[in-house]
């Protein structure tokens, strides 16, 4: 399984981003039951979880990004969405897109979100 992040980027405080992962080398029906999540790695902090998506279409969310950020997933084209709005500063970090299936435990490489003040 492969997992390629992208949508990062640099913006104002108050903008929008819309990250997206991409799967591959996963069968659908492996995709479809798996729980999706979305981490972030700030720099000089561990790696937390942000967003989480399990199969059933059950979603939750770190206290910080509540009412501000949405995971999603398309099964039909394998992917993973989040789309951040409202962004603050604090949102500053590399995220992380993550599939826990039954074959795997797998991570995209990461995108740079930079949000300024």
């Known amino acids: 399984v492969q997992l390629q992040a992208s949508g990062g980027g640099s913006v104002q405080a108050g903008g929008s981003l819309k990250l997206s992962c991409r799967a591959s080398r996963i069968i659908t029906s492996v995709f479809v039951a798996a729980r999706m999540g979305w981490y972030r790695q700030a720099p000089g902090n561990e790696r937390d979880l942000v967003a989480e998506?399990?199969?059933?279409?059950?979603?939750s969310y770190q206290d910080s990004v509540k009412g501000r950020f949405t995971i999603s997933k398309d099964n039909a084209k394998k992917m993973v969405y989040l789309q951040m709005n409202s962004l603050e500063p604090e949102d500053t970090g590399v995220y992380y897109c993550?599939?826990?299936?039954?074959?795997?435990?797998?991570w995209g490489r990461g995108t740079q979100v930079t949000v300024s003040s």
């Open positions: 993550n599939i826990e299936s039954r074959s795997g435990n797998y």
């Open positions: 998506l399990t199969s059933s279409g059950s979603t």
